[in-house]
T-cell receptor, first 112, second 116 residues
Framework: KQEVTQIPAALSVPEGENLVLNCSFTDSAIYNLQWFRQDPGKGLTSLLLIQSSQREQTSGRLNASLDKSSGRSTLYIAASQPGDSATYLCAVFPSSGYALNFGKGTSLLVTP | SAVISQKPSRDICQRGTSLTIQCQVDSQVTMMFWYRQQPGQSLTLIATANQGSEATYESGFVIDKFPISRPNLTFSTLTVSNMSPEDSSIYLC?????????????FGSGTRLTVV
């Protein structure tokens, strides 16, 4: 069974810092990997989708990388802002099957 | 990508009662997924709903507790039956991106359920 782990569980940084969130998964047979943002008590907003054949994806201040062979992905947030405060979830889509496997998330707080 | 309208956004319910959550998608989709997120936990898949067939439930979830309807390709409901405080969670519906996996998954805004 695919296990997805996110480190750290929580992170607090001052505004303006660059930061890295980590995601690891146990089974490298994935179709793609997706990063989401979740605000408290709310649904999920998709941030980036990386196909298994890709190494990275970028959107604005966000950059996600994927090393499928080692079972790792990172989400890099540049010049963090208080509005970035949220929980960030990593989810992998297995090569066989139809449902995402989620990590528990990293709770990020960016202080002014 | 698809846009999902989910309601209610939150509710406080008495134990022993039932709540039906609705998800409306702005385009036709083959599969819809229902997830539960318990406090402090990650998302767990409850079931997959295909139009015109019975939903497929994951281990630990049963139809009597979480009946699902999928009357057409744009709509689904999840009912949480005979609720107890342990059912207090965020419930989310999801669809895969159109066309297909290459566009990732889209989620509804979630239903925050508190059972008292």
């Amino acid at each position: 069974k695919q296990e997805v782990t996110q480190i750290p569980a929580a992170l607090s940084v001052p505004e303006g810092e660059n930061l890295v969130l980590n995601c690891s998964f146990t089974d490298s047979a994935i179709y793609n990997l997706q990063w989401f943002r979740q605000d408290p008590g709310k649904g999920l907003t998709s941030l980036l989708l990386i196909q298994s054949s890709q190494r990275e994806q970028t959107s604005g201040r966000l950059n996600a990388s994927l090393d499928k062979s080692s079972g790792r992905s990172t989400l890099y947030i540049a010049a963090s802002q208080p509005g970035d405060s949220a929980t960030y979830l990593c989810a992998v889509f297995p090569s066989s099957g139809y449902a995402l496997n989620f990590g528990k998330g990293t709770s990020l707080l960016v202080t002014p | 990508s698809a846009v999902i309208s989910q309601k209610p956004s939150r509710d406080i319910c008495q134990r022993g009662t039932s709540l039906t959550i609705q998800c409306q998608v702005d385009s036709q989709v083959t599969m819809m997924f229902w997830y539960r997120q318990q406090p402090g936990q990650s998302l767990t898949l409850i079931a997959t709903a295909n139009q015109g067939s019975e939903a497929t439930y994951e281990s630990g979830f049963v139809i009597d507790k979480f009946p699902i309807s999928r009357p057409n390709l744009t709509f689904s409901t999840l009912t949480v039956s005979n609720m107890s405080p342990e059912d207090s969670s965020i419930y989310l519906c999801s669809v895969d991106g159109q066309p297909g996996r290459n566009y990732g998954y889209t989620f509804g805004s979630g239903t925050r359920l508190t059972v008292v």
